[in-house]
């Protein structure tokens, strides 16, 4: 038995021993079968992410296999070169490193460092963009200089919002009002900050009157800069820029004793006042806008347009200057194309850059183009022009340069529109569109058939849904569609389509505009004009048996007044007759004449909604409105029972004898504007969009960019 036990301790002994043995030998041809196999995977199968878990595994099991834990870790570094991962250099650097004694694998990773360094000096530099994130989007807003906090206006208040919170850091904080309702324009380039961060200078209207207030950062009593800014028009014109401490004020007024051919009695200089009060100083650089106060107040950057001939047309291509604050020599910084056009100037906080927004040739007021441009004391460019495009559309102005180098913009998140049809008195809607652009939805008088506009153009769809067809848009080219109130409505025999026409063209060195009421069949023939305005005709409409056709017309534009009227005029032409007086406030929108003919209904300057009689007499009421806008429709139901209109993206529908508003659900949270009824009134038909809503990104990282120029 002992003899038993021996021979079996004796066998276990040399068995483990061997074991030792094999398992030493096994490791060694382990690090070895491994290496292969990662580049097998790597070489032969292409399969780079196996290939690095295998190298890795080598690093990990082998380290002491000094040889194949070298060749695995630069492998790693070519895979991740393969790749296209930055994370490639830093595993080469490891090699370098960790394995200096591997003189081969040494080399090959310092040769792969140096050549990916010139690969990515070529390489061209994308900025990141980030969104901030605000729950209430107020859709406009400037940064501080500090980047910190941005001032905006909303609900005619002026606020200000940390722009990172306790929460998130692109998620902003609690917004704070720093003024009761004051009227403050809700419009970024209102908006401005001192230097210092201590002061914000807004545009607000009083009585009417256009007038400038300044307010500390922190709150209380905003002061009345004490002149007459005397401007109208775009939001270019309103631009204001404080000085370093808040002292001056840099700003574009009208000057009615000059005038530029191209915009009549628009003439804009460019002035500078005490924020507390004193004289104007005009500084003599001809038409000039969008002033900025470089960080130090020494110097202004604005932006400037010279006139050029394309063929018949007079247009102008605007760039970016620069004139010392107190007055002197302007210098040109930028070079834009013929007909595109430099916006919203923004300086580095070191005074070395200056960063614009750049609109290519009729591309309106929308861009993705962000040029920053290099300059020094004098104002002179010094390298060439960084050109980087946006990831989104903005028609904004930017909304500052923060000191760690961070740009704000308001970008536009991506819309979706189409027409929609949904139950007169709710239920599902049904898009019966493609993605468009769409104005205006008009039916056939048998039903089957929705007329519309999509960016201009004229087309139409199948009622249940279909492609769009479009319609030829008559024979004289020189005539557009107006925008807003272009009109679109559709005779009660279906034959032909009623809308404003605009023709634009030079004449005596002038633009001149000629907008008035044209018919074009519904198969885009036979244009003509029916009216011949003074000023503007807009939003027409047809009389219920077709033979005449009401409008807007509006007058005291020399006076910088947009006061409208209703009008008639037979659809054969000739003389028009006034519906209303300026005491009707007729607002500047939609339209409609009533089935049984014997009334037209319109939006009220007083937030209502009314209906005159045709032959003469007092408005009636209709309904109450929250707000009112341009583009917001009204349309009486076919049988004359119902009224409905859009306000503030809903659809509602109400007696028009006057009643408690109901709204029409769609199902949908996408906003309605344009309207209209199909010939049965069973259902309503609509334009809606989502999206288009501009947010405050920051862009990030762009300034390799800036040093090597890209043109």
Same mark, same amino acid.
């Given at each position: 038995?002992?003899?038993?036990?021996?021979?079996?301790?004796?066998?276990?002994?040399?068995?483990?021993?061997?074991?030792?043995?094999?398992?030493?030998?096994?490791?060694? #041809?382990?690090?070895? $079968?491994?290496?292969?196999?990662?580049?097998?995977?790597?070489?032969?199968?292409?399969?780079?992410?196996?290939?690095?878990?295998?190298? #890795?595994?080598?690093?990990?099991?082998?380290?002491?296999?000094?040889?194949?834990?070298?060749?695995?870790?630069?492998?790693?570094?070519?895979?991740? $070169?393969?790749?296209?991962?930055? &994370?490639?250099?830093?595993?080469?650097?490891?090699?370098?490193?960790?394995?200096?004694?591997?003189?081969?694998?040494?080399?090959?990773?310092?040769?792969?460092?140096?050549?990916?360094?010139?690969?990515?000096?070529?390489?061209?530099?994308?900025?990141?963009?980030?969104?901030?994130?605000?729950?209430? %989007?107020?859709?406009?807003?400037? @940064?501080?200089?500090?980047?910190?906090?941005?001032?905006?206006?909303?609900?005619? +208040?002026?606020?200000?919002?940390?722009?990172?919170?306790?929460?998130?850091?692109?998620?902003?904080?609690? =917004?704070?009002? @720093?003024?009761?309702?004051?009227?403050?324009?809700?419009?970024?380039?209102?908006?401005?900050?001192?230097?210092?961060?201590?002061?914000?200078?807004? %545009?607000?209207?009083?009585?009417?009157?256009?007038?400038?207030?300044?307010?500390?950062?922190?709150?209380?009593?905003?002061?009345?800069?004490?002149?007459?800014?005397?401007?109208?028009?775009?939001?270019?014109?309103?631009?204001?820029?404080?000085?370093?401490?808040?002292?001056?004020?840099?700003?574009?007024?009208?000057?009615?004793?000059?005038?530029?051919?191209?915009?009549?009695?628009?003439?804009?200089?460019?002035?500078?006042?005490?924020?507390?009060?004193?004289?104007?100083?005009? @500084?003599?650089?001809?038409?000039?806008?969008?002033?900025?106060?470089?960080?130090?107040?020494?110097?202004?950057?604005?932006?400037?347009?010279?006139?050029?001939?394309?063929?018949? !047309?007079? +247009?102008?291509?605007?760039?970016?200057?620069?004139?010392?604050?107190?007055?002197?020599?302007?210098?040109?910084?930028?070079? *834009?194309?013929?007909?595109?056009?430099?916006?919203?100037?923004?300086?580095?906080?070191?005074? !070395?850059?200056?960063?614009?927004?750049?609109?290519?040739?009729?591309?309106?007021?929308?861009?993705?183009?962000?040029?920053?441009?290099?300059?020094?004391?004098?104002?002179?460019?010094?390298?060439?022009?960084?050109?980087?495009?946006?990831?989104?559309?903005?028609?904004?102005?930017?909304?500052?340069?923060?000191?760690?180098?961070?740009?704000?913009?308001?970008?536009?998140?991506? &819309?979706?529109?189409?027409?929609?049809?949904?139950?007169?008195?709710?239920? !599902?809607?049904?898009?019966?569109?493609?993605?468009?652009? =769409? &104005?205006?939805? +008009?039916?056939?008088?048998?039903?089957?058939?929705?007329?519309?506009?999509?960016?201009?153009?004229?087309?139409?769809?199948?009622?249940?849904?279909?492609?769009?067809?479009?319609?030829?848009?008559?024979?004289?080219? %020189?005539?557009?569609?107006?925008?807003?109130?272009?009109?679109?409505?559709?005779? =009660?025999?279906?034959?032909?389509?009623?809308?404003?026409?605009?023709?634009?063209?030079?004449?005596?060195?002038?633009?001149?505009?000629?907008?008035?009421? *044209?018919?074009? /069949?519904?198969?885009?023939?036979?244009?003509? +004009?029916?009216?011949?305005?003074?000023?503007?005709?807009?939003?027409?409409?047809? /009389?219920?048996?077709?033979?005449?056709?009401?409008?807007?017309?509006?007058?005291?534009?020399?006076?910088?007044?947009?006061?409208?009227?209703?009008?008639?005029?037979?659809?054969?032409?000739?003389?028009?007759?006034?519906?209303?007086?300026?005491?009707?406030?007729?607002?500047?929108? *939609?339209?409609?004449?009533?089935?049984?003919?014997?009334?037209?209904?319109?939006?009220? $300057?007083?937030?209502?909604?009314?209906?005159?009689?045709?032959?003469?007499?007092?408005?009636?009421?209709?309904?109450?409105?929250?707000?009112?806008?341009?583009?917001?429709?009204?349309?009486?139901?076919?049988?004359? !029972?119902?009224?409905?209109?859009?306000?503030?993206?809903?659809?509602?529908?109400?007696?028009?004898?006057?009643?408690?508003?109901?709204?029409?659900?769609?199902?949908?949270?996408?906003?309605? /504007?344009?309207?209209?009824?199909?010939?049965?009134?069973?259902?309503?038909?609509?334009?809606?969009?989502?999206?288009?809503?501009?947010?405050?990104?920051?862009?990030?990282?762009?300034?390799? @960019?800036?040093?090597?120029?890209?043109?």
């Amino acid at each position: 038995m002992k003899n038993t036990k021996k021979i079996l301790f004796t066998f276990f002994v040399s068995a483990f021993s061997l074991l030792l043995i094999s398992n030493t030998a096994s490791s060694q #041809q382990t690090a070895g $079968e491994l290496f292969e196999k990662a580049l097998y995977m790597e070489e032969a199968k292409g399969d780079l992410q196996t290939a690095i878990d295998l190298y #890795q595994k080598i690093l990990k099991r082998f380290p002491e296999n000094r040889e194949v834990a070298a060749k695995a870790q630069l492998h790693i570094g070519i895979c991740y $070169e393969k790749l296209g991962l930055k &994370e490639a250099q830093k595993a080469f650097q490891k090699v370098i490193d960790n394995f200096p004694e591997r003189q081969e694998e040494v080399a090959i990773a310092k040769e792969r460092i140096a050549a990916l360094s010139r690969a990515l000096e070529k390489a061209p530099h994308k900025p990141t963009f980030r969104k901030i994130r605000i729950p209430a %989007n107020p859709g406009n807003g400037v @940064l501080s200089a500090d980047g910190k906090r941005l001032a905006f206006t909303s609900e005619e +208040r002026l606020w200000v919002i940390p722009v990172a919170g306790n929460v998130e850091p692109d998620l902003a904080g609690e =917004p704070v009002t @720093l003024t009761e309702p004051i009227e403050a324009w809700n419009m970024s380039s209102s908006l401005a900050w001192s230097a210092d961060g201590k002061w914000i200078a807004f %545009n607000a209207e009083k009585d009417d009157e256009d007038i400038v207030y300044v307010i500390s950062s922190e709150g209380g009593d905003p002061f009345r800069v004490p002149f007459k800014p005397n401007r109208q028009g775009h939001p270019y014109f309103f631009r204001l820029s404080l000085s370093t401490e808040g002292k001056m004020l840099t700003f574009s007024g009208r000057d009615e004793d000059k005038k530029d051919f191209m915009r009549d009695t628009e003439y804009y200089f460019l002035g500078t006042i005490p924020a507390g009060g004193g004289a104007i100083n005009k @500084l003599d650089i001809g038409h000039a806008e969008q002033p900025a106060f470089s960080p130090d107040g020494k110097m202004i950057a604005f932006v400037k347009g010279y006139p050029f001939k394309d063929g018949e !047309k007079l +247009r102008k291509t605007y760039n970016v200057w620069i004139i010392p604050a107190s007055g002197g020599k302007s210098v040109q910084i930028s070079d *834009c194309s013929p007909g595109s056009r430099a916006r919203s100037p923004v300086w580095s906080p070191d005074g !070395k850059m200056i960063a614009f927004i750049h609109e290519k040739p009729d591309d309106g007021n929308w861009s993705k183009d962000l040029w920053i441009v290099s300059v020094i004391d004098q104002g002179k460019p010094v390298a060439p022009i960084a050109k980087i495009e946006l990831p989104l559309m903005t028609s904004h102005f930017i909304a500052g340069w923060t000191p760690d180098n961070k740009i704000g913009l308001h970008l536009m998140n991506p &819309e979706h529109n189409a027409v929609y049809t949904v139950p007169a008195f709710g239920g !599902k809607a049904v898009q019966v569109s493609p993605l468009c652009q =769409p &104005e205006n939805p +008009r039916w056939l008088p048998d039903g089957k058939t929705i007329f519309f506009l999509d960016s201009g153009k004229l087309v139409s769809v199948p009622a249940g849904g279909g492609e769009m067809t479009k319609i030829p848009f008559g024979t004289d080219k %020189n005539i557009f569609e107006s925008m807003p109130g272009g009109g679109n409505d559709i005779s =009660p025999d279906g034959t032909k389509i009623v809308f404003s026409g605009a023709k634009s063209f030079v004449k005596d060195n002038k633009r001149e505009w000629e907008v008035d009421i *044209c018919l074009i /069949s519904t198969e885009g023939k036979d244009l003509t +004009r029916i009216t011949k305005s003074p000023t503007q005709d807009r939003f027409p409409c047809w /009389s219920p048996d077709g033979k005449q056709v009401a409008f807007i017309r509006v007058h005291g534009l020399e006076k910088g007044e947009w006061i409208s009227n209703i009008f008639v005029v037979s659809a054969e032409g000739g003389e028009i007759r006034q519906i209303t007086s300026d005491e009707d406030q007729v607002c500047w929108s *939609c339209i409609d004449w009533s089935p049984n003919g014997k009334s037209i209904a319109y939006f009220s $300057e007083d937030k209502t909604i009314k209906a005159i009689p045709v032959e003469g007499g007092k408005p009636r009421f209709i309904a109450k409105v929250d707000k009112l806008y341009r583009h917001y429709e009204l349309a009486w139901s076919p049988d004359g !029972k119902q009224f409905a209109y859009t306000c503030e993206g809903k659809i509602w529908i109400v007696p028009p004898d006057g009643g408690e508003p109901v709204e029409v659900k769609t199902g949908m949270s996408a906003r309605a /504007s344009k309207i209209g009824w199909s010939p049965d009134g069973k259902k309503i038909a609509f334009s809606h969009w989502t999206g288009g809503d501009h947010e405050l990104w920051l862009m990030e990282n762009f300034l390799p @960019l800036v040093k090597k120029g890209t043109q």
